[in-house]
């Protein structure tokens, strides 16, 4: 039962957002503008342009509510893509010209565009995990613990510290693969 509380949660906030409820983007703002903020500056680097792209992605939000498929995955998951996808077209469009005045090459700046990319994902993927998976991963990854004193420190048995650890590391190896493409907004990568 615990499963079906963000979808329809998600269902009734886009009805909520189609009606032009008020109380219903601050509602999503609260719940998500450090997620929004955090990837874009993930991409970004920069204060000032991930604040824009918060508001630009809240904007396009409130104003195409009905963008969101819920059969394409959580209004969590469409927005995280919405951010990422406005947060490289502004990346494009910053890295045009280097700061060093020399010159960027389309091969460098799309590298770059991938390398943030899949650090993005991998930052939304570890925060949308489920809490025993990111804290076994935490204790492995930070603390430099072996299964057995994650197990220990998480008071679970070694396999179930192991099943964890590997589950975990299977969900951060997809942050190198393309997200489907399927539930982008028509033009969205360009300006908003």
Same mark, same amino acid.
């Given at each position: 039962?615990?499963?079906?509380?963000?979808?329809?949660?998600? #269902?009734?906030? =886009?009805?909520?957002? !189609?009606? &032009?409820?008020?109380?219903?983007?601050?509602? $999503?703002?609260? *719940?998500?503008?450090?997620?929004?903020?955090?990837?874009?500056?993930?991409?970004?680097?920069?204060?000032?342009?991930?604040?824009?792209?918060?508001?630009?992605?809240?904007?396009?939000?409130?104003?195409?509510?009905?963008?969101?498929?819920?059969?394409?995955?959580?209004?969590?998951?469409?927005?995280?893509?919405?951010?990422?996808?406005?947060?490289?077209?502004?990346? #494009?469009?910053? =890295?045009?010209?280097? !700061?060093? &005045?020399?010159?960027?090459?389309?091969?460098? $700046?799309?590298? *770059?565009?991938?390398?943030?990319?899949?650090?993005?994902?991998?930052?939304?993927?570890?925060?949308?995990?489920?809490?025993?998976?990111?804290?076994?991963?935490?204790?492995?990854?930070?603390?430099?613990?072996?299964?057995?004193?994650?197990?220990?420190?998480?008071?679970?048995?070694?396999?179930?510290?192991?099943?964890?650890?590997?589950?975990?590391?299977?969900?951060?190896?997809?942050?190198?693969?393309?997200?489907?493409?399927?539930?982008?907004?028509?033009?969205?990568?360009?300006?908003?």
């Amino acid at each position: 039962m615990a499963n079906d509380a963000p979808p329809r949660w998600d #269902r009734r906030m =886009q009805q909520r957002l !189609a009606r &032009g409820e008020a109380a219903a983007l601050a509602e $999503l703002y609260d *719940r998500f503008a450090s997620l929004v903020h955090n990837l874009a500056h993930r991409v970004l680097e920069d204060e000032t342009a991930a604040d824009r792209v918060t508001r630009e992605v809240f904007g396009y939000v409130w104003e195409n509510p009905d963008a969101y498929d819920p059969q394409q995955g959580s209004l969590r998951a469409w927005i995280a893509m919405l951010t990422q996808r406005q947060a490289v077209h502004r990346l #494009r469009e910053s =890295q045009t010209v280097p !700061a060093d &005045g020399g010159t960027l090459t389309t091969e460098a $700046l799309e590298e *770059r565009i991938r390398e943030v990319s899949v650090a993005a994902r991998a930052d939304y993927i570890v925060t949308s995990m489920p809490a025993p998976l990111r804290a076994a991963l935490e204790l492995a990854y930070f603390d430099r613990r072996d299964y057995r004193e994650a197990a220990a420190a998480l008071g679970v048995t070694e396999d179930e510290a192991r099943r964890r650890l590997r589950l975990g590391l299977q969900l951060l190896s997809t942050a190198h693969v393309q997200p489907p493409r399927a539930i982008s907004p028509p033009g969205y990568g360009r300006a908003l």
